[in-house]
């Protein structure tokens, strides 16, 4: 057999699967190498591939427990071939229209090894074999030209350092024209193809030969520092931040870069306003933000008359709960404004006033219309109301390559919106929202303003409460149940910047612990021994199901990849029986825990959903995760970036979820995010159970760590000032 090499060559014997949209191959390959009789399996990415082609292959051997020695291409170039064989056998595949077996047979006859070039040099001479007339000639150099095209972009894209299947991506994004298109400008790479950044469209320039100082260079490292800066939440950045940071990704000298600064702020590639630059479509966002919120509060009320102290005592007598003083006057106020927003920590009855308020209001006909950043918020939402909840996404109908569908143009339809979650809502969303409220619309917004604010740019719910644009109700009156629970106890001493101390008079029955370790080894350790043994036989938690660990981060030992690493050895270890599948330094196993990690509108599964893996098959290759008990997605092997191991999530993206155990890693090695709301914000995600292991100075660091980072945004100036002009 071949020795272990990172690199084969040979020919293609068949093609045993090709999935035209991803490019992935299965293939049996006779190498060159005269020692190794029988063909070898590869697996890789091609754009397309058929019998007696030449290839040359990178990558791995890997040992299948189904299907023996395998070879995993990390990269593959095809060439035609170069016998009269390999020929024959490459024409008679089908690829090139108009030619089959007996066309195929009769051509290599005739032309022998001068059969490509007489194809594309001289296709004329086709029609000296018989059968083969103006028209079929026609079709067949169109056709060779084609996939001649596909192979020569493929080429090019690897020449480049440009992966199969990103390359795939590429000519997919820009079809024939792509070396053309990326000869003119490689940094569109980074805007047009998920996946490739800045530094990779910037190699790619470097070896086409583009000077470093060129100023289509500097204007995309201008770009790419305002899109990073929007990346870490900040709607605008402050020009002297700009031009240094552009400066040190560049290596650029300052005065070029302000040069090339003004220039794109003249030709409108970037708005500039006292002390930040934006992005266009931040900036035009926080405009219309601004604008929107005001408008709609300063409309007047149009709810039906409601008299609110009979109102209040139907819903206490009807509900048999009767409401706090904060709660009643919540209630009052939100029934007499245009624009309200409810905020608040755990246990200070935010959903009690949602209840009110809708029971209140639909007596009086009028019609909610319930929605949530994302899904498993809006469907916590339904179960707290009762009532039909959706994602901010679903209620804009939203359409893949169109975007929104509902706007000024088509408003949505309903009386009251009320948006939950809404410390999650960035700047981009909030204006698409408020853009599709109707003119007779009124507003509700409920969150918790102290978690952390939204993934993407914007603190806009902090913003709107500062700037006193609306009226706002604040609740700190934690109720009596809820001050049972230590975990709401806990989340409100972190708030106030306390350490959170547990009760020891509850000892064991407690709902909260803090579990000191001295480093992170230990800490994973117990982390390990929690999950897989003291939480489920004391508490009769699912380990996979009911349990979730929250990271700080994703990298170091402590980290959501190293912890979904661990977890999953000891919580779904391999066995011989079980299937997996590695891509994109993934291995999937049935049974896993996933989740998604970015909106896919064909398979309506969104970034945040949680699954398991229910199935694995490989002829073809697709993997099944199972999000509820009716819910099936079925993934092909290239949309696999789209998931993740879910054994440990960021905190990050647990907001707007809520799980009935938590256990959170606290560690120095996690410093640079280790903030008060991050903490407060794991603690909130717990229903049941909450148990943070590590370090006891690094999570003083944290609950002393009051200002989290600021984001840089216009919107509350804007708010104050009464104007977004």
Known sequence: MASDSDTLTGTVQSVVFH???????????????????????????????????????????????????????????????????????????????????????????????DTFNVIEESSQKLQSIPGIGKGRRQKIKESWKKQKSVRDIMIFLHENGISSARALRIHKQYGDEAVNQLRKDPYRLSKDIRGVGFKTADGIAQKMGLAKDAPQRIAAGLDYVLQKAAEKGHCGFPRADLVQNAMAELGAEAELVEEILAAMIEREAFTEEPELIFLPDLHEAEMTVARLVKEIAARPVEYPEIEVPKALAWFEEKTGFQLGNEQREAVTRA??????????????????????????????????????????????????????????????????????????????????????????IDIRLMASLLRAIPPEGHLIMVGDVDQLPSVGPGTVLKDIIDSGAVPVARLT??????????????????????????DTARGAESDFFFIERKDPEATLETIKQLITDRIPNKFKFDPICEIQVLAPMNVNSLGTKNLNVQLQEVLNPAAEFKREIERFGVTFRKGDKVIQTRNNYDHEVFNGDIGVVDDITTDPTRVVVKYDANREVEYEPGELDELQLAYAITIHKSQGSEFPAVVIPVSTQQFVLLQKNLIYTGLTRGKKLVIIVGEKRALAMAVNNVESAARWSGLKWRLEAGTSE
């Open 19 to 113: 999935n035209e949209e991803n490019g992935f191959t299965i293939m049996q390959v006779k190498l060159d190498d005269k020692s190794v009789r029988d063909p070898v399996t590869m697996l890789g990415v091609l754009p397309a591939v058929v019998d007696g082609e030449n290839i040359t292959a990178t990558g791995d051997w890997n040992e299948d427990k189904r299907f023996g020695r395998q070879f995993k291409a990390t990269a593959i170039q095809a060439i035609a071939p170069q016998s009269a064989a390999g020929i024959e056998r490459f024409l008679a595949s089908g690829l090139i229209d108009g030619i089959g077996a007996a066309y195929a047979k009769r051509i290599v006859a005739k032309f022998g090894l």
């Open 335 to 424: 029934v007499g404004e245009r624009f309200f927003v409810i905020t608040g920590g755990p246990g200070v009855g935010k959903t009690t006033i949602m209840n009110a308020v809708l029971k209140i209001l639909t007596t009086k006909d009028v019609e909610p219309v319930l929605c949530a950043p994302t899904g498993r918020a809006a469907k916590r939402l339904s179960e707290s109301t009762g009532r039909e909840a959706q994602t901010i996404h679903r209620l804009l109908e939203y359409q893949p390559e169109v975007g929104f569908t509902k706007d000024e143009e088509k408003p949505l339809e309903g009386d009251v919106f009320v948006i939950d979650e809404a410390s999650m």
């Open 477 to 502: 009156e934690i109720f009596r149940q809820a001050a049972a629970s230590e975990i709401v106890t806990a989340a409100h001493s972190v708030n106030e910047g306390k350490f959170p101390y547990t």
